[in-house]
């Protein structure tokens, strides 16, 4: 299987916020659909490796806010690569509050829904929340951001690697296609996971 047939897919980039405790947390999320009007429903696909599964479990609670194409690639560093297990990621960073008292953006984002989760499917890697949209509003008439605006405008792209004189042995590098990370060394192993996303092996590929 091509696995890179499914960076086709047509995808937007979200942060998606919970709370647990007096302890504000928030994630990059790329799987946010709308699945009925009548009521309002969105689906919500999130990595079972992720705090955040954790939490919309236990809270049955999350607030989505669609990015803008301003957001800079520090806003998706600060929310995508690192865990909020550890990391209280609004820290010194703006943020208003939902009527359901969880974080939402202030800047660089269209639109922003509170969400209750009405049901839950176990996918395997991902658990899927169906949600209720309690309240939504328009932020912003800014365009809102794609995964492929995302690679195309915002995401850094590999330096090239120096050259190297020719009475040396050149490291080899490998780019992580999902966040950028780079992997330098003889071979990458074939267990190695993104230390950024959390990707496998299977999504980098090797700068020539």
């Known amino acids: 299987m091509d696995s890179t047939a499914f960076f086709k897919l047509a995808y937007g980039l ?11 947390n928030g994630m990059i999320c790329n799987t946010v659909v709308q699945v009925a009007n009548k009521p309002e429903r969105l689906a919500v696909s999130i990595n079972k490796s992720n705090w955040t599964h954790d939490v919309v479990k ?35 960073f703006p943020l208003a509050r939902g009527a359901n008292g969880l974080a939402m953006l202030t800047k660089d984002c269209t639109a922003v829904f509170e969400l209750k989760v009405v049901s839950y499917t176990d996918l395997g890697t991902h658990g899927m929340f169906v ?12 365009p809102t951001m794609t995964y492929a605006y995302y690679h195309a405008n915002v995401k850094p792209k590999p330096a090239a690697p120096a050259a190297a004189p020719s009475s040396e042995k050149k490291t080899r590098r490998w780019v992580c296609k999902i966040c950028g990370y780079v992997y330098e060394g003889d071979e990458l192993p074939a267990d190695f996971e993104c230390p950024w996303c959390k ?5 980098f ?3 020539l």
């Open 14 to 24: 979200y942060v998606v916020t919970t709370r647990k405790g007096d302890w504000d």
């Open 131 to 142: 949600c209720e949209v309690v309240d939504a509003k328009t932020v912003s008439d800014a």
């Open 58 to 92: 236990e809270t049955g609670l999350m607030n989505v806010c669609a990015l803008a194409e301003s957001a800079p690639f520090d806003l998706f560093k600060r929310f995508g690569f690192q865990s909020g297990r550890n990391v209280e990621k609004f820290e010194g």
């Open 199 to 203: 990707h496998p092996a299977s999504d």
């Open 205 to 207: 590929e090797e700068v």
